[in-house]
């Protein structure tokens, strides 16, 4: 079966590609079915919780899209989300080539020797570092750097650290898909200005999750912690300058050109160890294909719900409702951003309940201006991520770290979300006043 998947994949990989780099007729729909036929080949193995969680969403999608007629959206979310799967190969071959680096093994090394409550803040930073260029890519550089033998209790504590700087990525960055969404409906908002408030809002939450959440903090631990990262900063640079050289010159998107890119270093970086084995990186990837299924259902349900939401909210009084309502600036702030956070425990994607809010906070009047309504929505987006099992930050490092996803939400980052969400929007409101 693992045979199966992994040939899907590879020829889902190869449309993908192709679908980038050409307008090709009739090619999504293939990737449609064959996306499909990926999810119900691998069905019979679904945990017990993606097929409650999908289940859910299926019956949302279905459901609206009877009330309001809106069922050519569902081949058109499928399609949207027939990229992920291919994606996900690509940061798993990633992964194969790192466990052949001599730079990991001295990672590894550096990083295994410090104590365990001394690591934190160091993950943080460099987890916000990597991945504001990487994305999620930066977990196929941190899990090896544990090993595969490291204790499950070991490889969750790292992650839970570490997916708290993947939260504030999106703030800012804009390679981040939440950016691309939030751009096309408030178009007007200058992609400085975003970046350097989401700058801001980082550099305060941050601060926050070592202040309060790191289990040691200081800067002693901090130097040591990054320390420990330096032997993987030059390939981690390079294939960081790939990525943003594509995206910068091409016009692709850093989704598309991780795709696209990411697998040329990898094979490279594999050629270039003197005991390196291609047909081992192969086999690893073959292997870790066949572990994708849960996180590719539970990103084609989502991704598809929010077609189907975006095909029906013009049906819908919500919009009306809200305008009688007249809520304050400082309610329409908290609630973006606590909306998505509670959409997100609920295994609502951050694209569902992003676009959801975006057409709807842009369709009424509501005293707040489109840079602080739109990194209101870009908080919202990162914090929600961490706290998802159907974000693909959450989803990519199930994937990485070989552990399920109900076991990365944890109570700690609960708690930091809603306490950074509530420094955030005060924050917001205050700049919003200043504004208005």
């Not at 804009?174 to 809002?201: C, H, K, N, R, T």
């Not at 598309?256 to 990186?281: C, D, F, K, N, Y």
Request: charged share 10%; hydrophobic share 60%.
């Amino acid at each position: 079966m693992n045979k199966l998947l992994s040939l899907i994949v590879a020829l889902l990989w190869l449309m993908a590609a192709v679908q980038i780099l050409f307008e090709v007729s009739y090619l999504p729909e293939a990737m449609t079915v064959l996306v499909l036929f990926f999810l119900a080949s691998g069905l019979p193995r679904m945990p017990r919780h993606t097929m409650i969680l999908c289940g859910s969403l299926v019956i949302v999608i279905l459901v609206l899209a009877q009330i309001y007629d809106q069922w050519a959206a569902i081949p058109t979310g499928i399609a949207k989300a027939s990229i992920f799967p291919a994606f996900l190969a690509t940061i798993v071959l990633l992964r194969a080539a790192a466990d052949q680096r001599p730079e990991i093994a001295s990672a590894r090394q550096l990083f295994g020797a410090l104590p365990a409550n001394e690591r934190d803040s160091g993950i943080i930073i460099g987890t916000h570092l990597i991945g504001a260029v990487l994305q999620v890519g930066v977990f196929a550089v941190l899990a090896p750097i544990l090993g595969r033998d490291a204790p499950l209790d070991e490889r969750r504590q790292v992650f839970t650290t570490a997916i708290r700087g993947m939260m504030t990525v999106p703030f800012w960055s804009p390679f981040i898909v939440g950016m691309a969404v939030a751009s096309q409906y408030l178009p007007l908002v200058p992609l400085w200005q975003i970046m350097g408030l989401g700058m801001a809002m980082t550099v305060m939450a941050v601060m926050l999750s070592i202040l309060v959440f790191d289990r040691n903090p200081g800067l002693a631990s901090l130097k040591q912690s990054l320390a420990s990262l330096a032997p993987v900063a030059l390939p981690v640079f390079l294939a960081a300058l790939l990525v943003v050289g594509a995206t910068a010159t091409t016009g692709l998107s850093t989704l598309q050109a991780l795709i696209l890119v990411l697998p040329v270093p990898s094979i490279v970086a594999v050629l270039t160890v003197r005991a390196g084995s291609l047909a081992q990186a192969g086999r690893q990837t073959a292997s870790g294909i066949g572990r994708i299924g849960p996180e590719t259902f539970i990103l084609v349900s989502s991704t598809t719900l929010g077609a189907v939401f975006e095909a029906a909210l013009p049906g819908t009084d919500v919009l009306g409702w809200l305008e009688a309502l007249a809520l304050p600036p400082w309610a329409v702030i908290l609630i973006v951003i606590m909306t998505m956070n509670v959409a997100g425990l609920f295994g609502v994607h951050a694209i569902v309940m992003g676009t959801l809010l975006l057409v709807i906070f842009t369709s009424v009047t509501t005293g707040v201006s489109d840079l602080v309504l739109m990194q209101a929505l870009l908080v919202g987006w990162g914090l929600c991520s961490g706290i998802s099992i159907a974000s693909l930050t959450v989803a990519t490092g199930a994937a990485m770290f070989n552990i399920p996803p109900t076991e990365l939400i944890t109570r700690t980052n609960i708690a930091y979300v809603f306490l950074t969400s509530t420094i955030a929007a005060g924050l917001l409101w205050g700049l919003n006043t200043a504004l208005i």
